[in-house]
């Protein structure tokens, strides 16, 4: 990647009326010090995190299942925003149409400064009622009890997605619906194995948006899209930023 042109050969200009998407996964968070789910430099390979989520379950309202949130929080909450996060919040101000989409449940875009963000996977600073499904602000950690009790007295969930729970529908439709109209469709950080987050790269590659990858690794769809750059996001995605903003000034 070393002082290659990133965009070379592309048909792109950045002007701020093109929609541009943004999906991210937890790569674009790796920088800042939040373990990824996958392959090197994962969560799992902390023995304490195994020992907890061994003990997390449904009905997700548990104390067992908010000690493993709880340790996650307290690691994210210790980390701070990278420069690929930073970098997403300037591209939102330059574009009109611009709609970051992620999977990520830490939080640290909205905490970088994203406005926009439809968080697909949920949020580990909410918690959520099981009985009347009421979404709350959980900011502090340590927590005061565990589980965290809502108004009503019900305990609280964590708002995150768990494997084979349906997303949030309104969430997905409003992802799904700016993937069609995407112009420039940037995939950052992850493995795209999880669905459906992971067709979202391709809708946009169907209804004719530019599609570019950028991963440490390679992945299932590093082949089918426009461009695929291997790097680190805090390093990639600043230097793609400079690069779609210089091509701008020509256009
Ligand atoms: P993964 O851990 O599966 O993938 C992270 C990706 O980031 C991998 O492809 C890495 O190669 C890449 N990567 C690592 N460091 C990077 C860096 N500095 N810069 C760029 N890329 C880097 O994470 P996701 O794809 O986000 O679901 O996982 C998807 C979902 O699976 C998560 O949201 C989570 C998990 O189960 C829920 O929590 C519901």
Redesign the pocket.
């Not at 995150?160 to 494997?163: G, M, T």
């Given at each position: 990647m070393v002082g290659e042109v990133l965009l070379d050969g592309l048909n792109l200009r950045a002007n701020p009326e093109m929609c541009v998407v943004v999906l991210?996964?937890?790569?674009?968070s790796?920088?800042s010090g939040v373990p990824?789910?996958?392959?090197?430099?994962?969560m799992w390979e902390k023995e304490e995190a195994r020992r907890l989520a061994s003990r997390a379950g449904p009905p997700w309202n548990t104390r067992e299942t908010w000690e493993f949130y709880e340790w996650r929080r307290r690691l994210v909450k210790s980390c701070e925003p990278n420069a690929?996060h930073l970098t997403l919040v300037r591209m939102e101000k330059y574009f009109q149409d611009f709609s970051l989409v992620t999977?990520?449940?830490d939080g640290l875009h909205r905490r970088a400064g994203s406005q926009k963000v439809y968080e697909?996977?949920?949020n580990m600073w909410q918690g959520r009622c099981p009985r009347c499904g009421e979404v709350v602000e959980l900011p502090e950690t340590p927590l005061k009890s565990l589980p965290p009790l809502h108004g009503c007295g019900t305990a609280l969930r964590p708002n995150?997605?768990?494997?084979g729970e349906p997303l949030d529908s309104r969430v997905l439709r409003l992802a799904v619906e700016a993937s069609k109209r995407a112009d420039l469709f940037l995939v950052?950080?992850?493995?795209?194995?999880?669905s459906p987050?992971c067709e979202l790269p391709l809708l946009a590659l169907r209804h004719g948006a530019v599609v570019v990858e950028?991963?440490?690794?390679p992945?299932p769809l590093s082949g089918l899209v426009t461009r695929s750059i291997r790097?680190?996001?805090?390093e990639?995605l600043p230097r793609l930023w400079g690069e779609l903003l210089a091509r701008g000034r020509h256009y």
């Open positions: 991210t996964g937890a790569g674009v790796a920088e990824i789910f996958r392959g090197k430099g994962s690929a999977q990520n449940v697909l996977h949920g995150v997605v768990q494997f950052v950080g992850t493995s795209a194995v999880v987050a950028v991963n440490r690794d992945t790097g680190k996001a805090a990639v």
